[in-house]
């Protein structure tokens, strides 16, 4: 199982990115995908999740309304596009998969499985 994250960079506050997590091995759909991220000097964060066999969707309150996870089963990939961006937003974004359901992963942030390299967001004027 491996799993890659990109199309981070730098944003200015305000601005949209949309990163997109590609799998090799394995098909996205047969799993809840999530993405956390991580800042520095600060404990992960469950961000967002999407269940596997209902594309149910699942946000942090701390992106609800900002962020909207989807994914392209043709391409085999998942996408975070993420709007409204404030500088508290910077970090590193990973993909993984979540073994639980994905409440816990974004409520509780736990049950991320696998992950690969993931993308720095940096959010600065």
């Known amino acids: 199982v491996q799993l890659q994250a990109s199309g981070g960079g730098l944003v200015q506050p305000g601005g949209s990115l949309r990163l997109s997590c590609t799998a090799s091995?394995?098909?996205?759909?047969?799993?809840?995908i999530g993405w956390f991220r991580q800042a520095p000097e600060k404990e992960r964060e469950g961000v967002s999740c999407i269940s596997d066999s209902t594309g149910t969707t699942y946000y942090a309150d701390s992106v609800k309304g900002r962020f909207t996870i989807s994914r392209d089963v043709a391409k085999n990939t998942v996408y975070l596009q993420m709007s409204s961006l404030k500088p508290e937003d910077t970090a590193v974004y990973y993909c993984?998969?979540?073994?639980?359901?994905?409440?816990?992963?974004?409520?509780?942030?736990?049950?991320?499985?696998?992950w690969g390299q993931g993308t720095l967001v940096t959010v600065s004027s």
């Open positions: 091995g394995f098909a996205l759909d047969d799993y809840n």
């Open positions: 993984a998969t979540v073994v639980v359901h994905c409440v816990e992963a974004t409520i509780r942030n736990r049950g991320f499985g696998s």
